[in-house]
């Protein structure tokens, strides 16, 4: 089993920045494309950003040049630094692995417990 711990949510006022961190704890697996997913109330889960085990990233289009994704693979954690926060990236922040058992090829994805990002106007 693995485990993805989120950290970072809080309120802040529209301009402000704050940090997301994810870390995953278990034993034997392989991380491969880690990333975050948000959801508003009343909206569907839509992906933020993407980070690739070899470091290629890719954003939604309303986040670039915003926000940054990176991870430490020593640690086994993926962060997510938000700048220039708008009332509009409000929503819950979900971290997710996509996971290899050492034994199995298959992939596995799994995901955070979620952490509420509030940004006023």
């Known amino acids: 089993q693995v485990q993805l711990v989120e950290s970072g949510g809080g309120l802040v006022q529209a301009g402000g920045s704050l940090r997301l961190s994810c870390a995953a704890s278990g034993s034997r697996f392989q991380i491969n494309t880690m990333g975050w997913y948000r959801q508003a109330p009343g909206k569907e889960r839509e992906l933020v950003a993407t980070?690739?085990?070899?470091?290629?990233?890719n954003y939604e289009d309303s986040v670039k040049g915003r926000f940054t994704i990176s991870r430490d693979n020593a640690k086994s954690t993926v962060y997510l630094q938000m700048n220039s926060l708008k009332p509009e990236d409000t929503a819950v922040y979900y971290c997710?692995?996509?996971?290899?058992?050492?034994?199995?090829?298959?992939?596995?994805?799994?995901w955070g417990q979620g952490t509420q990002v509030t940004v006023s106007s």
């Open positions: 997710n692995a996509r996971i290899t058992r050492t034994w199995s090829v298959t992939m596995y994805d799994y």
């Open positions: 980070i690739t085990s070899s470091g290629s990233t």
